[in-house]
């Protein structure tokens, strides 16, 4: 095993989180949706002497976005976002890189693995390392992300959640906002308690309270 932490911080007027991806071998780390409080963020970082090398985006929703440029002025490394949703990156001025479903972007000797998880938005990206797993608003602890907002497809989030789902129970989720009774949680414990995880499970009929006659 690699030796990984999930730094997750509390950022914001909106219960954001934002995370750091560090590898503790070598000390680089990745800074995820720079929301609000990008200087406090930094700050956790450089205390304990983490080199955030990189930028990863869930989405592009503001309050995952609000502070990339100050961030991305800062530290002026690389941005990865979704091609699906980099023209709203690409405005900016900053240097951003499209994901490809699946594509493993490294921070320092980690595996990151960028796994599509539409519904919420189009380009939405999960991020996996090892068995953790951050999941911007596709996965609360105990909810999801809304899908009735511009470019949200119920359709794909009940196909995102379904995959959740079948993905192993040791999988530790690190949401986008603190809207559960807990930070994280075990994605099997989630299976338990969540119930649009529950729902999606039943299949796509009772996901849409479609129960026949
Ligand atoms: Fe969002």
Redesign the pocket.
Known sequence: MQPVLIKQIAVGPMANFSYLIVDTGTKKAAYVDPGFESEKVMAVATKEAWQIEKILLT?T?F??IQELETAYQKLKVPVYVHGFEISAIEEMGVSVKAVATDEIIKVGNLSVKCLHMPG??PGMICYLVENHLITG?VLFVDGC?RVDLPGSSPEKMFETLKRLTQMPDDIIVYP?HDYGPKPTDTLGHQKKTNPYLAAAAQGKDYFFGVRGV
Do not use: E, I, V
């Open positions: 989405h929703h309050d995952h919420h938005t608003d992300g986008g």
